[in-house]
């Protein structure tokens, strides 16, 4: 089986999926109202630095990089998920806050990959350069793609999601329906 065929047609629809979920919840807060869009190329200008993250298995590697830059409006936006006021968001917090949605992405993957696969990893975040983009395809994947999310506010970010199989990879995944909720309490 030659290396391009390792991830199949319905695994690697099924991967995009899984990212287009965890970039709506960890991106964008769940808002429905935020586009996400594949691509087949970035964009330029989508970001000055990238937040990446890697889930490992033992048969698989995944590589999700957010894009991003300390412009105004991200930084506003990143408040705005995280219900705090710009003006009280140092660097620092800017920049926790950014991993944390970059976190919540890939552990949404991680998450539903789970039902899958036994024995995977979640790597810390790590910021990288965006001029490390290009990078991206001396990894040998076999599946890499890159998106655009558009959010409700006006801020467009980008996204990437590079994946290398060792062994052949075939799975099909929906999102699962969410309950609608009336507001009743929930007891744990």
């Known amino acids: 089986m030659s290396p391009a065929s390792l991830i199949s047609t319905r695994a690697k629809a099924s991967l995009d999926r899984m990212m287009e979920l965890g970039l709506r ?37 995944i590589v999700t990089a957010l894009h ?66 290009p990078h991206l395809d001396r990894l040998g994947a076999q599946h890499l793609r890159h998106f655009r999310v558009d959010a409700p506010d006006g801020l467009r970010l980008y996204a990437s999601m590079c994946v290398r199989a060792h062994e052949p990879m075939d799975f099909d995944w929906k999102a699962e329906e969410q309950p609608v909720s009336a507001g009743e309490l929930e007891l744990f």
């Open 68 to 133: 991003f830059d300390e412009s105004e409006p991200m930084k506003a936006h990143m408040a705005r998920i995280g219900q705090r006021a710009p003006q009280a968001m140092g660097l620092q917090d800017f920049i926790d806050a950014v991993c944390e949605s970059g976190n919540m992405c890939s552990g949404t993957l991680n998450r539903e990959l789970g039902a899958f696969y036994n024995g995977l990893g979640l790597s810390t975040p790590q910021i990288l350069d965006i001029q490390s983009l």
């Open 25 to 61: 919840h960890g991106i964008a807060g769940g808002d429905p109202g935020t586009g996400i869009q594949s691509l087949g190329q970035i964009e330029r200008g989508s970001g000055t630095r990238m937040v990446v993250l890697s889930i490992a298995s033992y048969t698989f590697r």
